[in-house]
């Protein structure tokens, strides 16, 4: 296990080295810019136009600035962003909102999802099956923004439960609505991952045995039949961090969250390559990552899998 | 340890109330679309400790019968009539709170298929621990029903303390104590296993060594074991050898011997008064089926417990138990002492039924004699004296296949050698059986003699011709003369082709004929393999296990091959589907001038096809004669004991 955790490691290197170099790319070949924007409607005076250019090195070739920006992360240093603001802090700012929104909507898709897959599973065919499955679907139909804005609207303006938008207000309550929102295809794809993992094992041949051994309904389920259904379930989940991170752009935009989403659209929107490559190689090696604890936990849950 | 005969049926029976009393049972299954009925009037009567047997091929609702009972039948099924009475209680109006109460502490099940029985991310112990636990017994303790029986007078043993268990602590603190006292403890620390020998046996057997203190040690170190040990003991006492450190092993690591010991260890961990045994060792080898049934049969006589034992095999059924009850199409059809039935089967079915049991077949079928064309040509002689005159299709030399097994990280892989050394030469028109338990290289082989794995070392020469030197279109070619069928139809033929996709595939590939004519071919095919035409339009999921088998041969035999591999081909197969595969062959064969390499692991069959036999063991042959002097004068102990294996073998019938 140890060998193959140092060799995913190792594979890591290059998978970063690819990311940075594709994104940095995409930024360079961005058209418009970037310095144009910083002096106002009037436009730089040329000689303080080349001084911005040169200290960010943008009158440097492609690549010299690549290997400089990537010099600089080695040092731990992800460079100043064109407003003059470290990127680091741009980053400090922006990722613990969207790590509490992204582990908020991850805790209610497992819990919402896995309970209500291991009651439709069981009680296939039955009318709460029929339900969720129709809810489920139309879930993964209807766009985020359609759900986001209906959510908002309903939820938070007319029956004022909730928060409407979240800003500077990052509490729990006032996270909780955009979360949902987040959560809403992950969780009917766990539901649905669920509820066939436990169909599939509520027939299986141990759990006739385990309830031949005397054991209670209730443990059978929830020790055999449950504990079984979860080792596909939790795998998806685990990758799925990654992807609520990343992916929380309209939600964010939407509840006016300061995260991750909305200060990369910004930036995108400003032309500013250092800041977007930063946040988005941080959300690489999320993925990188949470992929590799996935691999490793997929393997303590269940036995049979073997990593040499 | 145990005899092959039954034990003596218990002198008035009638005179016991019985254990379990099955009267006028049905069982339906209703699905959206249509109701089966599948057992329609069963009745069967257990008495206690008795051993009774359920035979019946599959659908004949014998393992139906059996899930009734503790109310384990799977979804949609229904008990719609007649009485199941256990212990004078009617199960079929009990709720399912009694159930639960029941299984386990009164009645257990074996279950048939042990690869798919136990759940895989458990430990064996903690699955054996759950079965105690569940039924709240206490581990201590032997509820050894008997123990006290077996010791007579000793009236130590009667006492709640004297049925302790010994715990590995003790145990070691034991033999501490004995080899301090300048006693040879290696024999001792034998018969000494945790968790299972209880104080009584430990002062037993101190008092056996000339200790005059026995009792007081005894009394001193053993004082009852916890959960662990007694799991230990558990699997310990069902056969499993070095149960304490197994224990702690997940079910893939075990082999499928093993994990049926542990499944029961668990049906028996809370001594129930009934033990279902659904199939208990149909997926195993033949000697490991052995061991396991005696073991099977010497612990439940020893705890008194009686046994409801479910099975296709009439040979194994009537070595098993006293009583035989045999099922055809959902009613009980004939039951009555085990050795009246197989000597006087009364109704057809069982006629049937004890005629084609490979276990009691005594003879090679012979085709040429029956059919009566080329009588002259194939003499029905003995099988050397055909096999001999005969010139060799295939030849194997030196065969050698080692595989590279990856260890926990690069440069730790170890070699495994599956194939060595072996040699053969099949000759035309006749079967050669390769014989051997699971593991022992056989498929390897074949599937080197396929073309499917590259030997390491050796030679297979074809037709005169070496198959390793052969181009990619001479190789295509080669397929098309040598081709395979397998073991598990329904895993063999794509679910998504028609019955005549899977038979024209072949012919299309090799380019053979016009479509027309493709057509007609598979007609034709089908007709020799005995299933109607009408067959081709349909998919193998509305087909039996039999009727695939029959497409799989008509696949195989599509490009008029002159060699045909039957991998394990019929062991899948019920008894009389098996008879008829076997029948189709043989005839096929003497039509075809085939020639058949057979691979199985069932010497009963072996008997009925092969000319000559090679019998193969880790990887080598050990004994390669022809079938009748294999049979009559096996020349390697592992021969016997494969021999000894056949279920049924010894029952006389006076064939």
Known sequence: MGWYVGRRLLQAIPVFLGATFLLYLMVFLMPGDPVAGLCGDRGCAPAVASALRSQYHLDQPFLVQYLLYVKGLLTGDFGTAYSGRAISEVIATAYPVTVKLALLALAIEAVFGIVAGLIAGLRRGGVFDGTVLVVSLLVIAVPTFVMGFVAQFVIGVKLAWLPTTVGGNQTFTALLMPAFVLAGVSLAYVLRLTRTAVAENASADYVRTATAKGLTRRRVVVVHILRNSLIPVITFIGADLGVLMGGAIVTEGIFAVPGVGNTLYQAILKGEGPTVVSLVTILVIVFIITNLLVDVLYALLDPRIRYV | ?655
């Open chain 2, 1 to 655: 340890m145990m005899t092959t005969h039954p034990a003596p049926v218990p002198a008035d029976p009638s005179a016991e109330a019985p254990l379990l009393r099955i009267r006028d049972l049905h069982v339906t299954f209703t699905s959206r679309t249509s109701q089966v009925h599948a057992v329609r009037g069963a009745d069967l009567t257990i008495y206690p400790g008795q051993t009774v047997a359920i035979v019946g091929e599959s659908g004949s609702g014998k393992s139906t019968t059996a899930h009734a009972i503790i109310d384990l039948l799977p979804g949609g099924g229904k008990v719609t009539g007649g009485s199941i009475e256990f212990d004078g209680e009617d199960l079929t109006k009990a709720p399912p709170r009694r159930f639960v109460r029941l299984r386990g502490s009164q009645i257990g099940l074996v279950p048939q298929d042990p690869m798919s029985n136990l759940n895989p991310v458990y430990r064996i112990g903690s699955q054996v621990r759950e079965a105690l636990r569940a039924n709240g017994i206490d581990v201590s303790r032997s509820s050894y029903r008997a123990l006290v029986a077996e010791l007579g007078e000793d009236a130590v043993a009667d006492t709640p303390d004297a049925r302790l268990y010994l715990g590995s602590a003790e145990r070691r603190a034991l033999l501490a104590c004995l080899a301090g006292r300048g006693i040879e403890t290696a024999a001792v620390a034998d018969k000494l296993v945790v968790g299972f020998t209880t104080r009584v046996e430990v002062a037993i057997l101190l008092r056996g060594m000339g200790l005059d203190d026995a009792e007081a040690l005894a009394e001193r170190f053993v004082t009852g074991t916890g959960a662990r040990d007694r799991v230990a003991g558990l699997l310990a006492e069902a056969g499993l050898p070095d149960a304490e450190r197994r224990a702690r092993q997940f079910p893939h690591e075990f082999s499928g011997g093993m994990r049926q010991r542990t499944l029961i260890a668990i049906a028996l961990a809370a001594r129930p008064t009934l033990l279902i045994a659904d199939e208990p060792t149909s997926a195993l080898d033949v000697t490991v089926q052995r061991q396991i049934l005696d073991h099977l049969g010497v612990l439940t006589r020893e705890l008194g417990t009686a046994v409801l034992f479910i099975t296709h095999d009439l040979g194994l059924a009537a070595e098993r138990a006293e009583h035989l009850v045999v099922m055809y199409q959902g009613k009980v059809v004939e039951s009555g002492p085990s050795l009246d039935i197989l000597a006087n089967p009364a109704h057809p079915y069982t006629r049937r039924l004890v005629a084609s049991a490979p276990s009691l077949a005594y003879q090679r079928i012979q085709v040429a004699k029956t059919t009566g064309e080329d009588a002259a040509e194939a003499p029905a002689s003995t099988d050397g004296e055909r096999s001999a005159e005969r010139p060799g299709v295939l030849q194997v030399s030196e065969l050698t296949k080692v595989f590279e097994i990856r260890g926990s990280r690069p440069g730790r892989a170890t070699q495994f050698t599956a194939v060595d050394d072996v040699s053969f030469t099949l000759r035309r028109g006749t079967t050669l059986a390769l014989v051997g338990e699971s593991g022992s290289g056989k498929s390897t082989v074949a599937n080197m003699v396929l073309g499917l794995v590259k030997p390491t070392a050796g030679r297979i020469v074809f037709d005169d011709v070496d198959t390793s030197g052969l181009s990619r279109r001479e190789l295509f070619a080669f397929r098309r003369r040598v081709q395979p069928v397998f073991q598990d139809p329904y895993g063999s033929l794509d679910p998504m082709y028609s019955i005549y996709r899977i038979i024209e595939e072949p012919l299309r590939t090799h380019r053979v004929g016009t479509k027309a004519e493709r057509e007609a071919r598979v007609r034709e095919l089908l007709d020799k393999v005995a299933l109607p035409a009408s067959t081709m339009r349909r998919y193998p999921n509305e087909l039996s296990g039999g009727q695939l088998q029959r497409v799989a041969v008509a696949r195989a035999l599509a490009l008029n091959p002159e060699v045909v591999v039957c991998d394990e081909a019929v062991s899948a197969l019920d008894v009389l589907v098996q008879a008829q595969v076997l029948d189709l062959l043989a005839q096929l064969q003497s039509e075809l001038t085939l020639s058949y390499l057979f691979i199985t692991h069932d010497l009963a069959v072996v008997r009925q096809i092969a000319d000559e036999v090679a019998v193969m063991q880790t990887g080598r042959i050990v004994e390669h004669a022809t079938t009748n002097a294999v049979f009559d004068t096996p020349q390697t102990d592992y021969t016997r004991q494969l021999l000894d294996a056949i279920p049924g073998g010894k029952l006389n019938l006076g064939h």
